[in-house]
């Protein structure tokens, strides 16, 4: 039997994310078959040392650490996961490169466009990725291959929508995602990095850009007490044109009352059409415009493709296609994407450039809000 090359991961940050992050190594063997590489929990690190304990016992983390700085000088940590708010991520990622370690970011890249492309620019030439996890499941995937396919032929307009409810009720908690001077933002940086990356991913880059922000409330209780005031906004909504021509709609909110975790995307072209919405995601929908039509429709009509959790080998025997794929599925083959170029020495995508990019859109989104207007992507 080939030995298995180990590959240690560091996880900064022990909250959703970190725990995310450490599910998608933990059972990346068990998903992907015949890996000639293999990951291992090496360290985690934890604003409160405890956390990171707790983690250690609960995982088996190699080991929990007091600092970051003690984390990145094990010499067993190949990877680090980077799980902190916004505000930490330019800091821990020069840090990362510094000492010599590939970087896992979870989006977005940092806090604004500047900071981001600091960040790109130190990783030019490393091995890094940002967790866009979305672009991961074989719905996103397939819609991609059709769309490099030439199926939708010249792209005419799309609409994207990311939808959460989390923040109707103006005296729920909030965490830091919610404070802008710990985020940089709101729900733009949260979830409009994810709907604006799948847009550039899908339908190409931007020209010119709308957008205006919703805050319904001015301050929200603060968990573990006290009140924000500084908070980023709950709703964004975006007009845009595309170099191609394309032109369309974006929305991300969390004030969409009686939704949970709501990811939409519509794209129509002269050829065909395609959607697909996250919370269904065993399926594609395709429309392919070139059938001819006819008495009773012809044989046009929106087709349901099952892509369901059909990923390619090494993935896809565990769990077989047929099995109903969820949301940390995604995570896991974007985790195991970024290890394959990891052992390979391929460059992985999400690039920090691609990252770096959308960083950038959503600066002109705060740029569109306060001049009130159009602004063009290369301001």
């Not at 050829?271 to 008495?295: C, E, V």
Request: net charge neutral; hydrophobic share 40%.
């Amino acid at each position: 039997m080939t030995k298995k090359r180990p590959i240690g991961i560091g996880i900064v940050g022990w909250g959703f994310m970190g725990r995310t992050h450490a599910y998608a190594a933990l059972n990346i063997p068990l998903f992907y078959e015949g890996l000639p590489f293999r990951p291992v929990l090496r360290a985690v690190c934890s604003g409160h040392v405890e956390n990171a304990k707790m983690a250690q016992e609960e995982l088996g983390f190699a080991r929990a650490c007091d600092s970051f700085e003690e984390l990145l000088a094990l010499p067993g940590v190949d990877v680090v996961s980077i799980c902190t708010p916004n505000a930490l991520h330019e800091q821990m990622a020069l840090q990362a490169f510094a000492a010599g370690k590939a970087l896992y970011l979870d989006k977005p890249v940092s806090v604004d466009g500047p900071s981001a492309a600091r960040v790109a620019a130190a990783g030019a030439g490393r091995m890094a990725q940002v967790a866009f996890h979305n672009r991961f499941f074989p719905c996103a995937l397939r819609a991609k291959q059709l769309v490099e396919e030439g199926r939708l032929g010249k792209l005419l307009n799309f609409r994207i929508q990311y939808l959460h409810s989390g923040s109707v009720d103006e005296e729920r908690p909030v965490n830091w995602k919610s404070d802008r001077q710990i985020c940089g933002g709101g729900v733009l940086l949260d979830l409009g990095s994810h709907a604006l990356d799948m847009l550039v991913h899908l339908a190409g880059p931007v020209e010119s850009l709308c957008c205006r922000n919703q805050t319904l409330y001015a301050s929200r209780p603060r968990k573990g007490g006290g009140r924000i005031e500084t908070l980023g906004e709950d709703a964004s909504y975006l007009m845009l044109r595309l170099q191609n021509g394309a032109q369309g709609l974006v929305e991300v909110s969390k004030v969409a009352t009686g939704a949970s975790d709501g990811f939409t995307v519509e794209l129509c072209g002269d050829k065909g059409a395609l959607r697909f919405n996250l919370m269904d995601p065993n399926w594609l929908y395709f429309y392919d415009n070139t059938r001819p039509g006819g008495l009773y429709g012809g044989e046009r009509g929106w087709q349901r493709l099952e892509t369901i959790q059909d990923y390619p080998a090494p993935g896809g025997a565990f769990l077989p296609p047929k099995n109903a794929i969820g949301w940390a599925r995604a995570h896991m083959h974007c985790y195991y994407s970024f290890l394959d170029c990891y052992f390979r020495g391929a460059r992985p995508s999400p690039s920090l450039e691609e990252g770096a990019y959308v960083q950038r859109l959503l600066d002109l989104c705060y740029l569109s809000e306060r001049r009130g207007g159009f602004v063009a992507a290369e301001e």
